[in-house]
């Protein structure tokens, strides 16, 4: 095999595991509050990014951590995993699973919005057309194809879905300029983020009992949301004799996900959710391509 055929297995293997949390988190959200969802969650996702870092044979690099770096990974954490998957998950629990899911993957657009803020990146007039193409497709989804009444049947979902890529984007941005060993970095997060998190399930007196498909659901998404596909997906743009021959594959995540959807939670796939997620793979193919 190919260096390239292995990047396109590993990032490919990667898409295919996120293509299908979007049907476990609702799955779970029914049985489990958000905060509680994302405690158990990430518990299981630092044991597999200790195993990770064990087999790896990185553990050592736990130990030339510094203080300034420990401090840098506990303000991370705020943003993710706590604000992000809390407000994530929230979105998810009040939405059709379809929509949070199709909404969510429209985090390249508030990326390229928040790169010309932050970075001073330039932006043409296309990206402009790319960036409104895309937001045509939440609006219709939203509102479930009627767009001239713009009725928003759930505003308060949709802006949650909207504010987590926004919350994602902006950790993107702070979490490329830390140069430091990606896996550690995601270790340390989820480490400082469940200490965030089960500070916050305390505050609010959540219960934290468990159902056994709950137990199913939580160690799914530790081990495959916030593990395994994350590793995959780098180690699969390391092999990528470039970049944008593996991050393509990330458009076939949301049809993927659809079937899952439909199979497994048994919505019934509506025609405004696939209308939307063609303006939005349409804008999102845009921007990518333009110069």
Known sequence: MTKQNKAYLLAGTAVFMWSTVGTAFKLTLSSLHPVIMLLYASLVSIIV??????????????LQVSRKDLLRSALNALLNPLLFYVVLFFSYDMLLTQEAMVINFTWPLPLTLLSILILKQNISLKSVLAILISFLGIVVIATKGDILALHFENPAGVLLALSSTIIWSFFWIVNIRDKRDEVIKLFLNFSFGSIYVLLVAVFFKLPFTLSFNALLGIGYIGIFEMGVAYVLWLKGLQLSETTAKVSNLLFIAPFFSL?????FVGERILWSTLAGLAFVVTGIIMQRHIK
């Open 49 to 62: 990014l200790f195993t990770i870092l064990l087999i790896q044979g990185k553990l050592s690099l736990l």
């Open 259 to 263: 079937i899952f959807i439909n199979i």
